[in-house]
T-cell receptor, first 113, second 113 residues
């Protein structure tokens, strides 16, 4: 059974810092990995999708990497801003779509102005 | 392009009652998935529908059931509500297969008293 762990559970940093969020998964046989952002009480916003054959994806100040063999992904946020404050969730697709996504519990990020 | 919408936003029900939640998929998407997110947890996969058929299910009892309609909108029905069913229910739509991102709606907050 696939399990996803996110470290740290919470993080508070001053504005402007670069930061790294970590995600690990127990079964390396994945189809893809997706990073999401969730604001309090709201739905999920897709940030980046990395296919199993890819090593990284970039969107603006965000860069996500994937090391499938070691079961790890990182989300790098450059020049953090207060508007980046949210919970960041990592999710893996282990079943080709029909088994749904397996999520971690998320990293609660606070960017101090 | 219209995103994923869900109704109602909030709902309060009594233990033992039945509830129906609704989701309208993003235009052009033929697959819809439902997730349950308890407070402080990552979303848990309930089931997925593709072309009006359930084609994947997570570890949820049969009292959780669904429908997908020809216009790709969907319903989640929960019978015999229990206190532990209190959660944020998220709907996600996508194209079929693991190559595509899942796009989430804003969720329905269900409280069972």
């Amino acid at each position: 059974k696939q399990e996803v762990t996110q470290i740290p559970a919470a993080l508070s940093v001053p504005e402007g810092e670069n930061l790294v969020l970590n995600c690990s998964f127990t079964d390396s046989a994945i189809y893809n990995l997706q990073w999401f952002r969730q604001d309090p009480g709201k739905g999920l916003t897709s940030l980046l999708l990395i296919q199993s054959s890819q090593r990284e994806q970039t969107s603006g100040r965000l860069n996500a990497s994937l090391d499938k063999s070691s079961g790890r992904s990182t989300l790098y946020i450059a020049a953090s801003q207060p508007g980046d404050s949210a919970t960041y969730l990592c999710a893996v697709d282990s079943g080709g779509g029909a088994d749904g996504l397996t999520f971690g519990k998320g990293t609660h990020l606070i960017i101090q102005p | 392009e219209t995103g994923v919408t869900q109704s109602p936003t909030h709902l309060i029900k009594t233990r033992g009652q039945q509830v129906t939640l609704r989701c309208s998929s993003q235009s052009g998407h033929n697959t819809v998935s439902w997730y349950q997110q308890a407070l402080g947890q990552g979303p848990q996969f309930i089931f997925q529908y593709y072309r009006e058929e359930e084609n994947g299910r997570g570890n949820f009892p049969p009292r959780f059931s669904g429908l997908q309609f020809p216009n790709y909108s969907s319903e989640l029905n929960v019978n015999a509500l229990e206190l532990d069913d209190s959660a944020l229910y998220l709907c996600a739509s996508s194209l079929s297969g693991s190559l595509y991102e899942q796009y989430f709606g804003p969720g329905t907050r269900l409280t069972v008293t």
